[in-house]
């Protein structure tokens, strides 16, 4: 991963995240930070990214790294849980039943795929499909259907399903704007998560040699013959047995 | 340097997202008052001010609150504020009877000096004005939309505006 990236385009994508996530527009403008559901399916979605190597904590804090890099990746990391966290209360309803029940399945959805145990691009359209199937149902389904200029079939509907769930389902519809800019900032969601420094096998590799020799050599280089090391390079055995 | 860069950029870029959250702006204008505002450097058009402040004296209060706004488009300036809620409670008052919805948004508009002025007190040296500071207008404000028997003197008929 280029310096670049890491100290501005992750930052800065997923900090446009924390921003927009939580914009509604309705008769005003508001900015919903996230409330505490959001803040903990973030950390289960954090620890689904790792299980699936999108993105390797070691690749951006570790002890081969200087203070500078680390502080670096603690922003990666900092502002990832951000943008995950609004990511995940956007596609979320702000109150009553229905914020429950989407919280419920998204939290089910994303413990299924950290089970599941899928590689990262297996990991990574699992949850396009998700967040995708969260939007769909706020922004256009439960959108039109609490619609204010809809039909007296709608209110006939909405009105049985408030009486049925004794007031429990009730939803607040916004300006389309909302459903644009929340489809914009998923997508950018995402293509961070795309961006993410991923866990693979090579890069493990490299960063347990470099912490044995102290040096961030490729894998392939280590050791020399010439240069007795204390042990030989980790293989990739190793690292898929322990 | 590239990531101690990186690092500002960030702290930045958050800092104005939390400010933003905090805020709620919502125009263009006051997103970019607000944020000159945070630093020092906004400032109010001090012409279109005079041409509120003129149309105020002659009691076009309307065409006054269209300039006030016009110097001040972020509401961030607590001395113009103070003027929008004062023109809110002159067109509001009334000898019967005040216009609630007129003296709300005095009510707004005082409580936007407030909080724009320096230790949330601010005194206007103006001899046209009764009142000159914005506790003495919001008082007068919240006093003028409580419900209460006072309502029902006869001798309110003889109040003066202030």
């Given at each position: ?242 | ?49 005079d041409d509120g402040l003129a149309a105020f004296k002659r009691d076009a209060f309307e065409e006054a609150r269209m300039a006030f ?14 003027y929008?809620?004062y023109s809110?409670?002159r067109q ?34 103006d001899?046209d004005l ?33």
């Amino acid at each position: 991963m280029t310096v670049t990236r890491e100290a501005f385009v992750l930052p800065g994508l997923f900090l446009t995240v924390t921003l927009l996530g939580g914009f509604r527009v309705d008769d005003r403008i508001t900015l919903v930070p996230p409330p505490l559901a959001a803040l903990l399916l973030a950390l289960v979605m954090l620890s689904t990214l790792v299980r699936g190597r999108v993105f390797a904590p070691a690749l951006l804090m570790s002890e081969s790294r200087t203070n500078a890099e680390n502080l670096s990746g603690l922003v990666v990391l900092l502002t990832l849980f951000a943008a995950s966290a609004q990511a995940l209360h956007l596609v979320t309803p702000d109150r009553g039943l229905l914020h429950g029940i989407f919280v419920v399945f998204l939290f089910v959805q994303l413990l299924t795929a950290s089970a599941a145990g899928t590689d990262r691009a297996g990991l990574l359209r699992t949850l396009v499909v998700t967040l995708g199937a969260a939007f769909i149902l706020r922004f256009i389904v439960l959108e039109a259907l609490y619609a204010s200029d809809g039909g007296v079939l709608k209110r006939v509907l909405t009105a049985l399903l408030a009486g049925v769930s004794l007031g429990g389902i009730e939803y607040a519809p916004h300006a389309t704007i909302t459903g644009y800019v929340a489809f914009a900032t998923l997508a950018l969601y995402i293509v961070g998560l795309y961006l993410l420094p991923a866990g693979g096998i090579a890069s493990m590799l490299q960063q347990q040699n470099a912490q044995l020799h102290g040096s961030r050599r490729p894998a392939t280089d280590l050791p020399t013959p010439s240069v007795p090391a204390a042990r030989g390079p980790v293989t990739e055995g190793e690292v898929l047995d322990g | 340097m590239s990531r101690v860069a990186g690092l500002l950029f960030s702290v930045a870029y958050a800092a104005v997202i939390l400010w933003v959250y905090s805020a709620e702006p919502q125009s263009r204008a006051e997103a970019v008052g607000g944020l000159a505002a945070t630093i020092g450097a906004y400032r109010i058009d001090e012409r279109a001010f005079d041409d509120g402040l003129a149309a105020f004296k002659r009691d076009a209060f309307e065409e006054a609150r269209m300039a006030f706004e016009r110097a001040d488009p972020a509401s961030r300036d607590a001395r113009t504020q103070f003027y929008i809620a004062y023109s809110y409670y002159r067109q509001g008052w009334g000898r019967v009877y005040n216009d609630d919805e007129l003296f709300a948004k005095g009510l707004e508009a005082v409580e936007r000096a407030i909080a724009a002025a320096p230790g949330h007190r601010l005194d206007v040296e103006d001899p046209d004005l009764q009142m000159r500071s914005t506790d003495e207008l919001k008082a007068e404000l919240q006093e003028g939309m409580r419900r209460d028997a006072s309502d029902f003197n006869p001798l309110r008929l003889f109040r003066e505006r202030k």
